[in-house]
């Protein structure tokens, strides 16, 4: 079965717009992450911690130093980390200028890997980035400035993350 | 124009800690300086973690942005680089001392008990009173 997933717009600020993906029918992929720490979690500092490191990155731009490398060599996803409490909520940074927020959370495993949803999260995010990169060279999805311009919608094969 | 945000962070970060608040700009800030150092001397990552004695992830995740710095470190760094990291306002803080005791020096009649905190040269001034009566300063 094929699930419908779409790139959608989260928050701009000076130097970087921040989109998120959006499966058909559900909340955004880091809605489902900020679900998992709500208000008053035991993990709220840390929560607060990385929503001002998403406001400063926006601020000053998305320079890779801010970003924790996952994924393969030769795609575009990362992590923002809380080193603190090994908190990793995993992006796609297309540039300097466009992050996708995807999902996360605490890696309890020496590798993302290990944790079956942490490398669904992951997995989600190279599938996206593969198709992303295919469609910006044949036009299909284009980049002016800071925003993504084009056919957003994906329709991927399997749905682990679902 | 009206930048889009997120309504539900927006709600969370109302309820965000000014100290929070501070402690992030404040790492993104060092994170920045320390960058900005490498690139002006020309040393990569991996030669700052070798002259620390650490490990390049190490320095990765100094440069995050949300790393919590301790002095020490801070301070290895700035002996390592040569450099300062840490930039006090202690001239600023000297300078206003020093004004404040220069308009005052018309009007002291006696020498404040506690002084201890008045530059050295200021407090040698103020006691041994001024013979003018100019108010160069005001």
Not at chain 1, 28 to 47: A, H, L, S
Not at chain 1, 77 to 98: C, G, K, M
Request: charge should be neutral; glycine fraction near 4%; charged fraction near 30%.
């Amino acid at each position: 079965m094929k699930s419908k997933i779409e790139i959608v717009e989260f928050e701009e600020y000076e130097k970087v717009y921040f989109y998120t993906l959006k499966y058909y029918g559900e909340v955004t992929e880091v809605d489902k992450f900020f679900d998992q720490f709500p208000d008053g979690c035991e993990f709220d500092e840390e929560i607060n911690i990385l929503i001002k490191a998403i406001e400063q990155i926006g601020e000053r731009g998305a320079f890779m130093r801010y970003f924790r490398y996952e994924g393969k060599q030769n795609d575009n996803v990362y992590a923002i980390p809380i080193e603190s409490i090994s908190l990793r909520l995993y992006v796609i940074r297309l540039s300097e200028n466009i992050v996708i927020l995807g999902n996360g959370g605490r890696k309890t495993t020496p590798t993302y890997n290990e944790d079956p949803f942490l490398n669904s999260c992951v997995k989600l995010l190279q599938e996206i980035d593969g198709y992303i990169r295919k469609r910006l060279n044949s036009g299909s999805l284009s980049i002016i400035n800071k925003q993504i311009f084009g056919n957003t919608t994906f329709y991927l094969t399997s749905n682990e993350n679902a | 124009m009206k930048m889009l945000k997120n309504n539900l962070l927006e709600e969370r970060r109302k309820k965000i800690s000014k100290d929070i608040d501070l402690f992030v700009e404040h790492s993104f800030d060092l994170a920045d300086r320390i960058h900005d150092l490498l690139e002006k001397k020309g040393i990569e990552q991996k030669d700052l973690a070798q002259l620390l004695g650490k490990n390049e992830s190490e320095i990765s995740k100094w440069m995050t942005g949300t790393h919590n710095f301790t002095l020490k470190t801070i301070s290895k760094i700035e002996a390592a680089l040569g450099e300062s990291i840490l930039l006090l306002n202690k001239n600023a803080n000297a300078q206003k001392h020093a004004i404040y005791y220069f308009k005052k020096l018309d009007y002291i009649i006696e020498p404040k008990k506690d002084s201890s905190n008045i530059p050295v040269f200021w407090n040698t001034l103020i006691q041994s009173k001024p013979q003018t009566s100019s108010n160069y300063l005001n």
